[in-house]
């Protein structure tokens, strides 16, 4: 049955007759314990959902809505190996990637737990070398520098964990991450390195992608160029579930870590994608990182749907989307270790559900996946949110901070978290013309002062950010995601849309290399580009 014929989905439609009416403000007044009944906590992370313009009567259908899409059947599915990600016939298991030892998770009849830990194993062996100096470089020294090339989710989890777990990072190995096939990215990076204290890690699931390959090849002739060809050995190891290409490549499969196809790229920060965040903060505090994801799971397995974070951030996140017409989430992290975090979302959340047609193929007749988008408070309060406050987008907003500061200094952690709590209270509250009247606003700029409030946010406070937070506050948003993308119907786990970008990449490739004119066969706008950017770079 189609979504929208669903009798839940037309009693929200219903339903937001009656909401439309109301205000943030309205729903405060009616209920003066809101802040603290719209409320959820789990792994350590405080949900404040009460500044959304829902009521428990609009919770109580989306969670009728959730059990008639079989959501608890659905997780339950995912978590036990089915294969959900119907296009391409696999699993989704990168809940598996975390599970404690002993615990037992089944594909095509194999427990693949114990081959996840003998991977972990040889990650943390291949980390401690690194770190305490065993391992050395072709010339005896200890590896200083560590690149990471990859890209997508080959790049994004590892280099937003380093950034945000910097703090416990042994810091005399410093990470670098090379994605952009861009040349600047990989010249700019190895301008600054000695070859002999630099270790690469290919990081690519499938070892064919052509910006990691090509970044691949320039740091591998770097390298064999300073130092030699037996250098390589001892220089470059290799992340991917492709031993054949990895060979191929030259790196000895004995220097290869490996996953399975059943960990999506963008759920990969988990499977040795994450080595290199291995290497900077050591394996006791990585498996710390992974027990964050698992309390997340287990909570998101078992919680009811009033209690589970992601369910409440997935469910209210879709009543924005669909009812309210909100067409982008702000992701706002306030703290800087998370810069990295709205970017790592985007790719979470819009590779994932950026789909239109539903499971079986056929086009939906409603919105699927937010634009999501952001940056670190209280940056972009000097920036972008004039617009979340005055314009005329509705635009919700996740503000996520820390009780307690990694880098206590004098007022800081304050004026900061003054901020975090200012925001949502304006976003949420406004001021009224008649508040502005009362001040003595010249009347003139009254219209221009005015703020109509009853912008939607949601407040995720953590007491710190250790690997085990940032663990659990990953599997939060990894599983919001799939609680959507199970309500919409569609697959959360394929990405063909990145396909075509690719094919017709690779067709040009030649016609900008070949010595002659090449016969251009495109769109006349295609071709005219081609043409001047040929005439253009022989100059
Ligand atoms: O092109 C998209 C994508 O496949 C992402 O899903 C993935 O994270 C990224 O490319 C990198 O892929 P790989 O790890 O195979 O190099």
Same mark, same amino acid.
């Given at each position: 049955?189609?979504?929208?014929?669903?009798?839940?989905?037309?009693?929200?439609?219903?339903?937001?007759?009656?909401?439309?009416?109301?205000?943030?403000?309205?729903?405060?007044?009616?209920?003066?314990?809101?802040?603290?009944?719209?409320?959820?906590?789990?792994?350590?992370?405080?949900?404040?959902?009460?500044?959304?313009?829902?009521?428990?009567?609009?919770?109580?259908?989306?969670?009728?809505?959730?059990?008639?899409?079989?959501?608890?059947?659905?997780?339950?599915?995912?978590?036990?190996?089915?294969?959900?990600?119907?296009?391409?016939?696999?699993?989704?298991? @990168?809940?598996?990637?975390?599970?404690?030892?002993?615990?037992?998770?089944?594909?095509?009849?194999?427990?693949?737990?114990?081959?996840?830990?003998?991977?972990?194993?040889?990650?943390?062996?291949?980390?401690?070398?690194?770190?305490?100096?065993?391992?050395?470089?072709?010339?005896?020294?200890?590896?200083? @520098? +560590? +690149?990471?090339?990859?890209?997508?989710?080959?790049?994004?989890?590892?280099?937003?964990?380093?950034?945000?777990?910097?703090?416990?990072?042994?810091?005399?190995?410093?990470?670098?991450?090379?994605?952009?096939?861009?040349?600047?990215?990989?010249?700019?990076?190895?301008?600054?390195?000695?070859?002999?204290?630099?270790?690469?890690?290919?990081?690519?699931?499938?070892?064919?992608?052509?910006?990691?390959?090509?970044?691949?090849?320039?740091?591998?002739?770097?390298? +064999?160029?300073?130092?030699?060809?037996?250098? +390589?050995?001892?220089?470059?190891?290799?992340?991917?579930?492709?031993?054949?290409?990895?060979?191929?490549?030259?790196?000895?499969?004995?220097?290869?870590?490996?996953?399975?196809?059943? *960990?999506?790229?963008?759920?990969?920060?988990? =499977?040795?994608?994450?080595?290199?965040?291995?290497?900077?903060?050591?394996?006791?505090?990585?498996?710390?990182?992974?027990?964050?994801?698992?309390?997340?799971?287990?909570?998101?397995?078992?919680?009811?749907?009033?209690?589970?974070?992601?369910?409440?951030?997935?469910?209210?996140?879709?009543?924005?989307?669909?009812?309210?017409?909100?067409?982008?989430?702000?992701?706002?992290?306030?703290?800087?270790?998370?810069?990295?975090?709205?970017?790592?979302?985007?790719?979470?959340?819009?590779? =994932?559900?950026?789909?239109?047609?539903?499971?079986?193929?056929?086009?939906?007749?409603?919105?699927?996946?937010?634009?999501?988008?952001?940056?670190?408070?209280?940056?972009?309060? @000097?920036?972008?949110?004039?617009?979340?406050?005055?314009?005329?987008?509705?635009?919700?907003?996740?503000?996520?901070?820390?009780?307690?500061?990694?880098?206590?200094?004098?007022? @800081?952690?304050?004026?900061?978290?003054?901020?975090?709590?200012?925001?949502?209270?304006?976003?949420?509250?406004?001021?009224?013309?008649?508040?502005?009247?009362?001040?003595?606003?010249?009347?003139?700029?009254?219209?221009?002062?005015?703020?109509?409030?009853?912008?939607?946010?949601?407040?995720?406070?953590?007491?710190?950010?250790?690997?085990?937070?940032?663990?659990?506050?990953?599997?939060?948003?990894?599983?919001?995601?799939?609680?959507?993308? *199970?309500?919409?119907?569609?697959?959360?786990?394929?990405?063909?849309?990145?396909?075509?970008?690719?094919?017709?990449?690779?067709?040009?490739?030649?016609?900008?290399?070949?010595?002659?004119?090449?016969?251009?066969?495109?769109?006349?706008?295609?071709?005219?580009?081609?043409?001047?950017?040929?005439?253009?770079?022989?100059?």
């Amino acid at each position: 049955m189609n979504l929208t014929q669903r009798p839940e989905w037309t009693s929200l439609k219903n339903h937001l007759e009656t909401m439309s009416h109301l205000q943030i403000a309205d729903l405060f007044e009616a209920d003066p314990d809101r802040g603290t009944n719209l409320t959820a906590e789990s792994a350590g992370i405080y949900l404040d959902y009460s500044k959304n313009r829902i009521s428990v009567e609009t919770l109580k259908l989306l969670f009728g809505l959730a059990d008639a899409l079989e959501l608890r059947q659905k997780i339950s599915a995912m978590f036990s190996g089915e294969p959900l990600n119907n296009t391409e016939n696999r699993s989704v298991l @990168h809940t598996a990637l975390r599970a404690p030892v002993g615990s037992e998770i089944f594909v095509d009849g194999v427990n693949v737990v114990p081959a996840i830990q003998a991977v972990l194993e040889r990650m943390a062996k291949f980390s401690d070398d690194l770190r305490s100096g065993r391992w050395k470089g072709a010339t005896g020294s200890k590896i200083a @520098h +560590v +690149v990471n090339i990859g890209i997508g989710g080959s790049d994004l989890g590892p280099h937003l964990c380093y950034d945000a777990l910097r703090h416990y990072s042994d810091r005399s190995i410093t990470l670098h991450f090379v994605s952009n096939v861009d040349g600047t990215d990989i010249t700019e990076t190895l301008r600054e390195l000695n070859p002999e204290e630099t270790l690469f890690i290919v990081a690519s699931k499938t070892f064919t992608t052509q910006e990691t390959m090509a970044n691949a090849r320039t740091a591998r002739d770097w390298l +064999v160029d300073k130092v030699g060809e037996s250098a +390589v050995a001892s220089h470059f190891v290799a992340v991917s579930t492709n031993a054949a290409e990895v060979s191929r490549f030259g790196i000895d499969t004995a220097n290869m870590f490996g996953f399975w196809d059943w *960990v999506g790229g963008r759920y990969s920060v988990d =499977s040795a994608i994450g080595l290199s965040l291995m290497i900077a903060i050591g394996e006791k505090l990585f498996r710390d990182f992974l027990a964050g994801f698992h309390a997340m799971d287990r909570h998101f397995q078992s919680s009811r749907w009033d209690q589970n974070l992601p369910v409440l951030l997935g469910l209210i996140g879709l009543w924005n989307n669909n009812f309210l017409g909100a067409e982008s989430v702000a992701i706002l992290p306030y703290d800087q270790y998370l810069n990295l975090f709205p970017a790592y979302l985007q790719q979470l959340d819009m590779e =994932s559900n950026g789909k239109s047609v539903t499971k079986s193929g056929e086009r939906v007749s409603y919105q699927t996946g937010p634009i999501v988008w952001g940056q670190p408070g209280t940056n972009g309060q @000097h920036a972008f949110y004039q617009l979340i406050h005055q314009g005329t987008k509705l635009i919700p907003c996740d503000f996520i901070a820390f009780s307690q500061s990694l880098n206590p200094c004098g007022l @800081h952690h304050d004026l900061l978290m003054s901020n975090f709590f200012a925001q949502t209270e304006a976003l949420a509250f406004g001021k009224s013309h008649e508040e502005l009247q009362l001040e003595g606003c010249n009347p003139e700029l009254i219209p221009h002062r005015t703020f109509t409030g009853n912008r939607p946010t949601n407040s995720i406070l953590i007491e710190k950010l250790t690997p085990f937070s940032l663990g659990a506050l990953i599997a939060l948003y990894e599983h919001k995601v799939f609680t959507q993308g *199970v309500i919409w119907g569609i697959n959360s786990f394929d990405q063909w849309g990145v396909e075509l970008g690719k094919v017709l990449a690779s067709r040009i490739t030649p016609e900008l290399e070949s010595i002659n004119e090449p016969e251009l066969k495109h769109d006349s706008s295609t071709n005219t580009l081609i043409k001047r950017y040929r005439q253009q770079k022989q100059t």
